[in-house]
């Protein structure tokens, strides 16, 4: 029987230039003979050698005519390798099948076996049908290594995530549409272990996944698998445990958006053009989602600043401000901007692909007017810039707002920086919008108007930036002070969503270690004991220590977690001084005039 439905085929690709031509041809006339309505999406992972040439060359002489049940061959093109998972997300963006087929590029699995895969699908009435080697009826030809290795990976997923499956990792995968359009925003994995997070994902929401037996023949030599491959897969797997038993990071998942009816403007306020809002342009104007603006507002710029082939895109605007604060900029660039939605950027952020897409899946789904993403620390950045990322995304440095710095779970919050947020302009002119020159902390006024006006703010792990971060020390201290002094200077002025105890912490620490170093250069525990009997000078010592005990020991488990001793060393340094410096000037700013 054949299937009429449209079928999108994802395949990863990377330096497969010999044989990625041969391959795509041998698929297509493998699937021929069952299939009547086909999209081919050829993702390749940044690959080094000449397989983008080959793929866009694939495609471009491609003949329809000789394939009727072939509809379109799409190619996407990484800039850097990232890994299999994040080809296949990149892919399943703009995937328009009613079910969606993973395949490998290298054909180890003959496709024709995806034939199998549907009959077991509409037999079973599953939502996902993926290839297993373990199953009774499949032939695999690999390694006794090969075979150990993934029967101990099997048998790690089995205990820890209970999976009616007894293989996650072939490269062969059937689903639904509805199954899995809605989950893959949420992975994270990019590399070996996204298998894993995908059906891990699809059970924790319900869908029905069974097993299909393959038949795989290597075609290419399998050598000893690289420690660093298996330790970052068993990483990967770790954060995946967290991630559905901690923090249930895979629910309230939000609906497929099914058209681009609204226009949204992207307001970035800066200083003057340079490589960073280059680099974020590159990554705006390659967004799944095409109806909207962007309106950069520089102090002033001059033609030579302007020439890349970026700035000349018809949905860019460039507008000279003067010296204004950034608050400022962006509420002129709003009076300039034509959306009904407003979203805005720092300079130094940069969006992943189905950024302003997710956010108007959450926006719709929760039907909310203001919402914001997390904007993580780019790996591009050097090893000090990294150093203030780890800082800032530690829980025991920022508490419950980590959640601006690494994905977390959905939920609803009252203050969010503006480097990545997004609001109805509706909204935006109700509450009175940007009106005020305080940076930073202009983002903290907006989102209290807001509170006031009794609407909600949604965070979205999915609406996701990378940031550029501060140098340590020099830059990062000198961002945190200003943090610190500003809410420090809110708490008194505007109270609101700056009473959360977690901003007085820091600021408790720092007079209680002021207090113990006075306590030991005055023997107070000594004076202490004369008024308690029952407990000698040591006892008391031994209490007093006992908060900065705990610290020490939540410092050297958030410096293990880094599972880099350089990097670890650094982190639990940088905490603790940002810890003194938020403290200080959080009071400096409370008692300011």
């Given at each position: ?5 449209l079928v999108s085929?994802l395949?990863?690709?990377y330096n497969?230039?010999?044989k ?10 493998r699937?021929s ?16 050698d000449?397989?983008?040439?080959v793929?866009?060359?694939f ?9 009727s049940?072939?509809?379109k061959?799409?190619g996407i093109?990484?800039k850097?390798?990232?890994g299999k998972g994040?080809?296949l997300?990149r ?5 328009n099948g009613e079910?969606i087929v993973f395949c490998d ?6 496709p ?5 895969f549907?009959d ?7 939502d ?12 695999v ?6 075979k150990v290795?993934?029967?101990?990976y099997?048998l790690?997923?089995k ?7 007894q293989d ?10 509805e199954?899995?359009?809605?989950i ?10 996204y298998?894993?997070?995908v ?7 319900n ?7 393959v038949?795989v023949n ?6 000893f698998?690289?420690f660093?491959v298996?330790w970052r897969?068993f990483?990967?797997t770790?954060?995946i445990?967290?991630?559905l038993y901690?923090?249930k990071f ?26 960073y809002i280059?680099?974020?342009?590159e990554y ?8 909207f603006?962007v309106?950069?507002l520089?102090?002033?710029?001059i033609e030579n600043d302007?020439s ?9 605007r ?7 604060a950034?608050a400022l900029?962006r509420a ?10 407003l979203a ?5 952020t940069?969006?992943e692909?189905?950024?302003l897409k997710?956010?108007?899946r ?7 007017y ?7 620390t780019t790996?591009?950045?050097s ?13 025991l ?8 710095y690494i ?10 920086p503006?480097c990545n947020f997004?609001?109805t302009?509706?909204?935006?002119n109700?509450?009175g919008?940007f ?11 907006l989102?209290?108007n807001?509170?006031k006006?009794?609407?909600k ?8 930036v990378?940031?550029h971060?501060r ?7 000198k ?7 500003h809410r420090?200077?809110?708490?008194k002025k505007?109270?609101g969503n700056?009473l959360e105890i977690s ?6 620490f ?6 113990l170093?006075?306590?030991?250069i005055?023997?107070?525990?000594s004076?202490?004991?004369r008024f ?5 000078t040591t006892s ?6 006992i ?14 977690s880094?599972?880099s001793?350089p990097?670890?060393?650094?982190k ?5 001084m940002?810890?003194c410096?938020y403290g200080?000037y ?6 300011s005039?």
């Amino acid at each position: 029987m054949r299937e009429n439905s449209l079928v999108s085929i994802l395949v990863p690709v990377y330096n497969l230039e010999d044989k990625i031509s041969y391959n795509i041809n041998f698929l297509i006339d493998r699937v021929s003979s069952f299939l009547n309505n086909v999209e081919i999406i050829i993702s390749d992972d940044g690959s080094v050698d000449n397989t983008q040439s080959v793929i866009r060359n694939f495609i471009n002489n491609f003949d329809y005519s000789l394939h009727s049940n072939i509809k379109k061959i799409i190619g996407i093109y990484n800039k850097e390798n990232n890994g299999k998972g994040y080809a296949l997300k990149r892919a399943t963006e703009i995937a328009n099948g009613e079910y969606i087929v993973f395949c490998d590029s290298d054909m180890e699995i003959d496709p024709i076996q995806i034939k199998t895969f549907f009959d077991i699908m509409k037999k079973e009435n599953a939502d996902v049908v993926i290839g297993s080697k373990r199953h009774k009826d499949s032939k695999v030809n690999y390694s006794n290594t090969r075979k150990v290795i993934s029967f101990i990976y099997f048998l790690f997923v089995k205990i820890f995530f209970s999976l009616p499956i007894q293989d996650t990792q072939t490269g062969l995968k059937l689903f639904r549409r509805e199954a899995i359009i809605n989950i893959f925003p949420r992975v994270l994995v990019k590399a070996f272990a996204y298998d894993l997070e995908v059906l891990v994902a699809c059970h924790s929401n319900n869908k029905k996944i069974v097993s299909a037996p393959v038949i795989v023949n290597p075609n290419r030599h399998f050598g000893f698998i690289r420690f660093s491959v298996l330790w970052r897969t068993f990483i990967d797997t770790i954060a995946i445990f967290y991630r559905l038993y901690f923090i249930k990071f895979y629910r309230d998942l939000f609906d497929e958006l099914k058209d681009e009816d609204k226009l949204v403007s992207i307001i970035i306020p800066l200083k003057c053009i340079n490589d960073y809002i280059k680099e974020e342009l590159e990554y705006l104007l390659i967004q799944t989602y095409n109806n909207f603006e962007v309106i950069i507002l520089p102090d002033s710029y001059i033609e030579n600043d302007i020439s890349s082939n970026l700035f000349k895109d018809k949905r860019v605007r460039i507008m000279s401000t003067g010296s204004l604060a950034p608050a400022l900029k962006r509420a002129k660039g709003v009076v300039e901007s034509s959306g009904e939605i407003l979203a805005f950027l720092d300079d130094d952020t940069f969006p992943e692909r189905d950024w302003l897409k997710n956010a108007l899946r959450a926006m719709n789904t929760k039907n909310i007017y203001a919402l914001g993403g997390p904007a993580i620390t780019t790996t591009k950045d050097s090893f000090f810039k990294q150093i203030s990322g780890l800082i800032y995304s530690s829980k025991l440095m920022s508490g419950s707002h980590k959640c601006r710095y690494i994905p977390d779970k959905v939920h609803y919050v009252t203050d969010f920086p503006s480097c990545n947020f997004i609001i109805t302009r509706e909204l935006y002119n109700r509450v009175g919008g940007f009106d005020s020159e305080y940076w930073p902390g202009e983002d903290t006024i907006l989102c209290n108007n807001i509170m006031k006006a009794k609407e909600k703010i949604l965070y979205t792990p999915e609406a996701l930036v990378y940031h550029h971060r501060r140098d340590l020390f020099f830059g990062h201290f000198k961002q945190l002070k200003n943090y610190a002094w500003h809410r420090g200077y809110f708490v008194k002025k505007y109270g609101g969503n700056s009473l959360e105890i977690s901003y007085f912490i820091p600021s408790i620490f720092v007079l209680y270690t002021i207090f113990l170093i006075f306590s030991f250069i005055f023997n107070i525990p000594s004076g202490i004991s004369r008024f308690i009997p029952f407990l000698d000078t040591t006892s008391i010592t031994v209490l007093m220590c006992i908060p900065h005990s705990i610290y020490l020991i939540s410092l050297l488990l958030s410096a293990i977690s880094t599972l880099s001793i350089p990097k670890g060393i650094m982190k639990a340094i940088g905490i603790f001084m940002s810890h003194c410096c938020y403290g200080v000037y959080f009071i400096k700013g409370f008692f300011s005039k």
